[in-house]
Every structure is written in C-alpha cells, then in structure tokens.
Nanobody, 121 residues
Framework: QARLMESGGGLVQPGGSLRLSCAAS????????MSWFLQAPGKEREFVAD???????NYADSVQGRFTISRDNAKKTMYLQMNNMKPEDTGVYYC???????????????WGQGTQVTVSS
C-alpha cells in the first residue's frame, strides 16, 4: 500500500553533521505524523523526533538543540538534519509515518527499513 525509504546515513566524526531523508511512495492520499526513531546497538528502538503535517515538531531531550526535523508535503518526504553529532547518536534510524491510502480510509503506521548512522573518530 505504502512504502517508506530512508537515506542519507553514513559515517561521521563527532561534531559533524548528516542529513537523513525519508521518502514515502505508493497510493497515498494523506500523511499525518511522521517520526524518526533510533535503534542503537543492543538497545530498543527509541523516539528521536516527529513532525506533523503543519510542520510543528517535537524532539527527544537527547537531541534538542542539535537535530532539526522537517518535511516537504509536496515531495512526501521527511528530513532530519543532525548537527554536532555524538557517538551516542550511532545506530539505525527508522522513519515512521501515519499514512492513508486509496484502499484504506483510516491512517495506518508504516515503518521504513532504516539507514545506518555511525559517529566515530
């Protein structure tokens, strides 16, 4: 019905920056909340940030002031600008979106497959 694909991950030094993208595709009629989650090695998936359709955003305390979430509704794409990165930012970043499609009136949650981010010297 719908597909989310993350991109932009890679290796970066502490204090460096990366920009992640999450593009939605399929027979989509609308997307409500979009979110980023981080699954660090050996840990459970945890909330990073989210952004509503009107652009209002929320952040985990650990990334407040360092990360910026945004979205382009025309492109059906969400972004995460990560600045002043720390080793604890390392892990797989997943996108989550509340999506309605042509075959489903109500919104359902869809997960992407994740993109690896490694912060190391």
């Amino acid at each position: 019905q719908a597909r989310l694909m993350e991109s932009g991950g890679g290796l970066v030094q502490p204090g460096g920056s990366l920009r992640l993208s999450c593009a939605a595709s399929g027979s989509i009629t609308s997307i409500n909340l979009m979110s980023w989650f981080l699954q660090a090695p050996g840990k459970e998936r945890e909330f990073v940030a989210d952004v509503s359709s009107d652009g209002s955003a929320n952040y985990a305390d650990s990334v407040q002031g360092r990360f910026t979430i945004s979205r382009d509704n025309a492109k059906k794409t969400m972004y995460l600008q990560m600045n002043n990165m720390k080793p604890e930012d390392t892990g797989v970043y997943y996108c989550l979106a509340e999506v309605a499609t042509t075959s489903h009136i109500h919104h359902y949650e869809y997960w992407g497959q994740g993109t690896q981010v490694t912060v190391s010297s």
